[in-house]
């Protein structure tokens, strides 16, 4: 019997072939990522011949949280990826709800870094003294031990912005930097998006570069186009219904309105922290 293809990087696949493949391919177990907070498996996913690698991530090997007692992770997982399919930006990897070894979970496309890039290599970094440089955005000032302090900042990359709008849209209380994945295709992906779409404000990012600056004309023309596709009825916020809550649901056409209301990029709340801890 012949070896399964291998599926070629993402973006060269339709989405809609990856999405079968996810949801009705064989997965087999091939690993497990122990220091994740949550059961996260890694497997192979076998269909029509081809075949991928993927994460999978039983609803059962979840650990309840107190402040998102409704609905599950794997739920938010897949609402986080259909809100970003349907800004067109393509930020998070292709992600179903199915049937695993382990009962219902969210299965994802893995995402291999080129070579020996770690996650959000190039795109965060710490520097001394107060000025983030040209192409950098400051954060915040972080204690580095001894009594020291450097800059955490992070790349003025439209990539970057673009996941910074998705994470404000999503309510995203966990944006890390280990959840930065520069792809083999030039792409940028954010995941681990579990922790999202909270009726209150919970954003916590290393994303504020652009706290209170303009959005772009992009964003703007993508939150338009959003909003009418989260409107009652839409494809969209019939299938969102299905996986978030009807206040959650509520809360997203909030936020959207208010970004375009607003015109600017959010600023923290100053009601909790706004870094996610730890930052990595």
């Known amino acids: 019997m012949p070896a399964p293809e291998r599926l070629p990087a993402p973006g060269v696949t339709a989405t809609g072939e990856i999405e079968k493949l996810l949801a009705e391919g064989e997965l087999t177990v091939v690993g497990r990522i122990r220091e994740a907070s949550n059961a996260v498996l890694v497997c192979t996913v076998t269909y029509g011949g081809e075949s991928a690698d993927c994460v999978y991530k039983p609803v059962k090997g979840e650990r309840p949280l107190w402040d998102f007692p409704d609905g599950n992770l794997a739920q938010r997982e897949v609402a986080a990826y259909l809100v970003s399919e349907a800004t067109g930006w393509g930020l998070?990897?292709?992600?179903?709800?199915?049937?695993?070894?382990?009962?219902?979970?969210?299965?994802?496309?893995?995402?291999?870094?080129?070579?020996?890039?770690?996650?959000?290599?190039?795109?965060?970094?710490?520097?001394?003294?107060?000025?983030?440089?040209?192409?950098?955005?400051?954060?915040a000032l972080a204690d580095v031990g001894e009594g020291r302090t450097a800059l955490l900042v992070h790349a003025d990359d439209p990539r970057l912005r673009r996941l910074a709008v998705l994470d404000a849209v999503i309510n995203n209380g966990d944006r890390k930097g280990g959840h930065l994945l520069p792809g083999p295709d030039g792409r940028l992906y954010g995941i681990d998006h579990g922790v999202t779409f909270h009726a209150e404000d919970k954003l916590r990012t290393l994303l504020w570069g652009w706290a209170g600056e303009p959005l772009t004309d992009e964003a703007r023309e993508v939150l338009t186009s959003l909003a009418a596709e989260l409107a009652e009825g839409a494809p969209l916020a019939t299938?969102?219904?299905?996986?978030?809550?009807a206040v959650e649901l509520a809360a997203v056409r909030g936020r959207v309105a208010e970004l375009l209301r607003t015109g600017i990029h959010p600023e923290p709340s100053g009601q909790w922290p706004s870094i996610p801890w730890p930052p990595v």
Do not use: C, N
């Open 92 to 139: 998070v990897p292709a992600t179903v709800l199915r049937e695993g070894p382990y009962g219902e979970g969210m299965v994802q496309r893995w995402i291999e870094t080129p070579g020996s890039t770690e996650p959000g290599a190039g795109l965060l970094a710490l520097v001394e003294g107060e000025e983030a440089g040209e192409g950098w955005k400051p954060v």
């Open 239 to 245: 299938r969102l219904a299905q996986l978030i809550t």
